[in-house]
T-cell receptor
Framework: QQQVKQSPQSLIVQKGGISIINCAYE??????FPWYQQFPGKGPALLIA?????SEKKEGRFTISFNKSAKQFSLHIMDSQPGDSATYFC?????????????FGSGTQLTVLP | DAGVIQSPRHEVTEMGQEVTLRCKPI?????LFWYRQTMMRGLELLIY????????DSGMPEDRFSAKMPNASFSTLKIQPSEPRDSAVYFC?????????????FGNGTRLTVT
């Protein structure tokens, strides 16, 4: 099963709050998990990524938490800002596989209120 | 680096007409992907190329869809005949060869409306 399940579908957060988006996967061969950020009228762009040999990766206000045993990973946006309002996609791929394509989650539309 | 360039940005056509979407990948990138984005299905991979050769077209929904990559700097996605259910945003993306964790670089998409 190649599916990556993402929740919630939409999220509204006050400025300065924490935004949390969750993803779960089934394919244990997945070993690279990027997050993409998409603004209206634009294509998705890589935001941050993690390998399962670490439980957490932080870049500025953005943190990925990874739970390998539960096959779950999440994106945390600290001190959320209105400029973070966008659609976020989690994704997964097996680096050792022959397939070159990412499996994307269904997306989360984040709105940060001023 | 101009990024991935797609044209047109918007396309409105009538059912039954042929539609051609165009993509110029980033120079030096060996992989090119075509995605379709809808509210109902999210991001769907339609087809991808490696060094101009189609590798996996299992996501192409029907024979009405075809894609070509005649050279390293140009690709097209054609829908003939188009149907209202083809209305979506179509993205082209490219990535360099070598590392599977190389990021995808997406264009800004073509919004297709079929009436």
């Amino acid at each position: 099963q190649q599916q990556v399940k993402q929740s919630p579908q939409s999220l509204i957060v006050q400025k300065g709050g924490i935004s949390i988006i969750n993803c779960a996967y089934e394919n244990t061969a997945f070993d690279y998990f990027p997050w993409y950020q998409q603004f209206p009228g634009k294509g998705p762009a890589l935001l941050i990524a993690i390998r399962p040999d670490v439980s957490e990766k932080k870049e500025g206000r953005f943190t990925i938490s990874f739970n390998k045993s539960a096959k779950q990973f999440s994106l945390h946006i600290m001190d959320s800002q209105p400029g973070d309002s966008a659609t976020y996609f989690c994704a997964a791929i097996s680096l050792g596989g022959s397939a070159r394509q990412l499996t994307f989650g269904s997306g989360t539309q984040l709105t940060v209120l001023p | 680096d101009a990024g991935v360039i797609q044209s047109p940005r918007h396309e409105v056509t009538e059912m039954g007409q042929e539609v051609t979407l165009r993509c110029k990948p980033i120079s030096g990138h060996d992989y090119l992907f075509w995605y379709r984005q809808t509210m109902m299905r999210g991001l769907e991979l339609l087809i991808y190329f490696n060094n101009n050769v189609p590798i996996d077209d299992s996501g192409m929904p029907e024979d009405r869809f075809s894609a070509k990559m005649p050279n390293a700097s140009f690709s097209t996605l054609k829908i003939q005949p188009s149907e209202p259910r083809d209305s979506a945003v179509y993205f082209c993306a490219s990535s360099p060869a070598g590392r599977f964790n190389s990021p995808l670089h997406f264009g800004n998409g073509t919004r297709l409306t079929v009436t």
